[in-house]
């Protein structure tokens, strides 16, 4: 890889072009399935008399991600990226087809769980993957391909799987992702020396080394339970002093006093450097993915708009995040406090881009296109900002703390996305009547006013001075 020459560097060179050719497949069989899913499951749940129980299809999925993604950290440390990557590769695909075969919504919501589990695993490899096979200057141009990895999913994806369900079955919208996971199977097997161990990490576990994995482990494990609970219980709203409202009341607790254990020390208070990546990575996923769960479900039972229609919208979407994530790979921002700025600029585009939505929301007349062009803006905005937050996560971590500062990174993502659809899920069984859109302007004006937190998190994801080294987690 040293002898590639600088003009001619980039991720298709002919030592980087195999290793990206297999990320950009992983992730784009995982973006397929997330894209697929949101345009088919207004259907699916239909079909299978949980239309109240929406929220929990994407909830499950983010549950059994956080598993994952925490035990993928400390794993893909000792023992580098390839086996979390082959263990997730086969959780996904065992779970998809679980999605597909399912008979009842119980049974759905399992194989949501275990899907979850192996994308957790494969994202923060993936990540891990980026810091091991790449330098440092080729990185954001890597991010900005993982990024449009979502485009071909959304643009053709959205739509296809819209057709899919209506022409077909949404059962269908699950099987399609098999033949590209196999895919991507074969092309990390065929890399797997450029995968494999980092020298620094050949030596052996040490006994301090083994309790900290365990240990991350178990708090990982009580994060994913607690967060299932607080689902379960926001899902069913039950009186605060019966059983299960009591039990979701420790839950919340219990993921209040776990998730920062898991996370640099100072995320919560949005201290400078790595801490504030964490805090405003959350702020966007849960402003963003919150918001865009429920627009399919308007679009199809309150608007009348057909899936496929549906998924033209969602594409929109994604579209601009991925011209977000060219732009700022484009940009000649290059140091870690210029990249902070580009944070902010995301952090303001999200935030217009959901109260423009809001506000059309509304107003019956307004065309579909123009719902579409304001997901486009806010799209835009998690393009520069989201991306750019992983690229400062590899700048600010050591090396040998990149697995676990992926993780801490994917956790932050999974724990915005899901306090973002429980909060929606709550407007949702709250506020909705059929024929109303006062639960979703509500939760589309609240997802825009969290996004606006971006602009100062995202201005403080600045590094400290160089003697104030922040770890990448606790513990």
């Known amino acids: 890889m040293a002898t590639v020459s600088a003009p001619t560097l980039s991720p298709m060179s002919p030592a980087y072009r195999v290793v990206t050719l297999a990320i950009v497949v992983v992730t784009t069989m995982i973006s397929f399935e997330s894209m697929a899913v949101t345009t088919a499951m207004p259907l699916a749940a239909a079909e299978l008399g949980a239309v109240e129980s929406y929220g929990l299809v994407f909830s499950a999925m983010m549950t059994g991600s956080l598993l994952g993604i925490v035990l993928a950290g400390p794993w893909a440390d000792r023992a580098g990226p390839l086996p979390p990557l082959y263990a997730g590769q086969g959780l996904f695909l065992a779970g998809t087809l679980g999605c597909a075969l399912a008979?009842?919504?119980?049974?759905l919501l399992v194989g949501r769980v275990v899907t979850g589990v192996g994308s957790g695993l494969v994202i923060v490899a993936e990540f891990v993957a980026v810091g091991r096979a790449f330098p440092r200057e080729l990185r954001p141009r890597v991010f900005t391909w993982l990024s449009a990895a979502w485009v071909l999913p959304s643009l053709v994806g959205a739509p296809l799987a819209g057709w899919l369900a209506t022409a077909t079955s949404w059962r269908w919208v699950f099987g399609?992702?098999?033949?590209?996971?196999?895919?991507?199977?074969?092309?990390?097997?065929?890399?797997?020396?450029?995968?494999?161990?980092?020298p620094d990490l050949d030596e052996e576990a040490t006994?301090?080394?083994?309790?900290?994995?365990?240990?991350?482990?178990?708090?990982?494990?009580?994060?994913?339970?607690?967060?299932?609970?607080?689902?379960?219980?926001?899902?069913?709203q039950p009186p605060l002093l019966s059983p299960l409202g009591v039990l979701g009341l420790l839950a919340i607790l219990g993921v209040a006093l776990t998730a920062p254990r898991l996370l640099p020390p100072g995320t919560v208070r949005s201290a400078r450097g790595l801490p504030s990546v964490m805090l405003s990575r959350a702020v966007f996923n849960a402003s963003f993915m919150g918001a865009i769960s429920f627009v399919p479900?308007?679009?199809?039972?309150?608007?009348?708009?057909?899936?496929?229609?549906?998924?033209?919208?969602?594409?929109?979407?994604?579209?601009?995040?991925?011209?977000?994530?060219?732009?700022?790979?484009?940009?000649?921002?290059?140091g870690p406090v210029e990249r902070s700025r580009l944070v902010v600029v995301g952090a303001v585009l999200l935030a217009t881009g959901l109260a423009v939505l809001a506000i059309l929301t509304p107003w019956p007349a307004a065309p579909v296109w123009l719902l579409g062009g304001a997901l486009a803006v806010s799209g835009l905005g998690m393009g520069f900002g989201s991306t750019t937050l992983s690229v400062l996560v590899l700048d600010l971590a050591p090396v040998a703390e990149h697995g676990r500062a992926s993780a801490s990174l994917q956790l932050a993502d999974v724990l915005g996305t899901v306090v973002g659809v429980a909060a929606a899920t709550a407007l949702f069984a709250a506020l909705h009547r059929d024929g109303e859109v006062t639960a979703y302007l509500c939760m589309w004006a609240a997802f825009a006013a969290l996004a606006a937190v971006g602009v100062v998190t995202g201005a403080r994801c600045a590094p400290p001075s160089p003697r104030d080294h922040v770890p990448a987690a606790e513990g």
């Open 103 to 107: 008979p009842s919504f119980g049974l």
């Open 176 to 198: 399609a992702v098999v033949l590209p996971g196999l895919l991507a199977v074969a092309l990390i097997a065929a890399r797997s020396n450029a995968l494999g161990h980092a």
């Open 207 to 236: 006994p301090a080394d083994r309790a900290s994995h365990l240990r991350l482990a178990r708090l990982g494990t009580l994060v994913a339970a607690s967060a299932g609970v607080v689902q379960l219980a926001v899902h069913a």
């Open 297 to 334: 479900l308007m679009l199809s039972r309150e608007r009348g708009v057909s899936l496929p229609v549906t998924g033209g919208v969602i594409a929109l979407a994604s579209l601009g995040w991925s011209a977000g994530s060219w732009l700022q790979g484009r940009s000649r921002r290059r």
